[in-house]
């Protein structure tokens, strides 16, 4: 999106940006988990740019912004909808799972006010231009910090010792984790295998354990729990392959740190996925568990290539995914939102 100012755009240091996500309803969370949304946060910060951040589940305290820029279709991205009538506001989805009934005219409303429209890929922005002017919608994938992510050389499972699967996510509906079941059931003839299962939102645990015992793999699985980011470096490292089955992705950080880490990925073909990855991974239809099982079983049968493809993997992606890029292109996209209207700021609350 280009946007033709007609004063001059302001200077970063008189930025002041009032950024809202769901990561900053969990204190618990901040400094430990990094988000699209905290690591935006820091790399403002580091420029000079004022960040005030809240949660979708807060009542928004009176103050004033240049840019208020929601992160989720959650309470605050419909409530700043109305409030600011769609001036000098920005949204990011993080993704493109269709939506119904209240849900999707909520999401109208917010395409329709918002003056900028972030996607994360070439495959959401393309979702996306039917709703949003080509003059409101940008596209910037999401940046990661890299040093927090070492490339290392995988080789094969030495004798006696398994191939290591690994999945990043949620155990939650939309990621599939069922179909991944069914694919470690079906591999366990041909292969040993041992599969863990890093998450933290864990709604289906307890029906994905009887799933597991239903296809007898309950002794192939480990069900890890929530990961630190030191904690899941070395999961990345230690393990020989990370499979994402998910049914709805936007741009997936997991996969972009698998990536970085030398890691071969097996992932199914939504979102913005094939796209990230390229022809440096195995991509499968959704839902498909024999695709997902001959693809996983490719990349053991040759792990040589594999291995060799994510090293091509790894060095593209410390270009297209640095958080460098991330922050310019939205502190640009923030200038362009508000060229010509630099001492007018608004209120974001009752």
């Avoid at 991205?77 to 493109?96: D, E, M, P, Y």
Wanted: charged share 20%.
């Amino acid at each position: 999106m280009e946007h033709q100012p007609t004063t001059g755009p302001p200077d970063v240091a008189d930025l002041r940006v009032l950024l809202i996500g769901g990561i900053y309803g969990f204190p618990d969370r901040l400094g430990v988990v990094e988000t699209p949304e905290t690591t935006l946060e820091r790399g403002l910060g580091e420029l000079g740019v004022s960040v005030t951040t809240q949660a979708h589940n807060w009542q928004i305290r009176r103050g004033s912004w240049d840019i208020v820029h929601v992160h989720h279709l959650a309470k605050q991205a419909l409530v700043q909808a109305v409030r600011c009538a769609g001036r000098r506001l920005v949204f990011t989805r993080h993704g493109i799972t269709p939506v119904t009934g209240i849900r999707s005219s909520a999401l109208g409303l917010v395409l329709r006010r918002s003056d900028a429209v972030i996607a994360l890929s070439s495959a959401e922005e393309f979702a996306l231009r039917s709703r949003v002017p080509g003059d409101r919608l940008a596209c910037i994938p999401n940046g990661i910090r890299q040093q927090q992510w070492p490339y290392s050389l995988h080789e094969p499972p030495t004798a006696g010792h398994p191939w290591r699967m690994l999945f990043v996510g949620q155990l939650a509906p939309v990621k599939g984790v069922e179909v991944l079941l069914e694919s470690v059931a079906s591999l366990i003839g041909r292969f040993d295998i041992e599969l863990r299962l890093v998450y933290q939102t864990d709604s289906l645990l307890d029906a994905l354990r009887q799933r597991a015992a239903a296809l007898s793999i309950t002794g192939a699985l480990t069900f890890v729990g929530f990961r630190t980011p030191v904690q899941l470096r070395d999961e990345y490292r230690d393990a020989h392959v990370l499979v994402l089955p998910s049914r709805h992705e936007a741009l997936p950080s997991v996969v972009t740190e698998a990536m970085l880490s030398g890691l071969p990925v097996v992932a199914s073909d939504v979102g913005g996925i094939a796209e990230q990855i390229g022809d440096h991974g195995e991509i499968v239809p959704p839902g498909d568990a024999a695709a997902l099982s001959q693809a996983i079983a490719n990349v053991f049968s040759d792990y040589g290539t594999a291995v060799s493809r994510a090293d091509q993997a790894a060095q593209g992606a410390r270009d297209r995914f640095s958080i460098e890029a991330m922050v310019e292109a939205h502190v640009r996209l923030y200038q362009n939102v508000l060229s010509g209207q630099r001492r007018r700021m608004f209120a974001a609350g009752p």
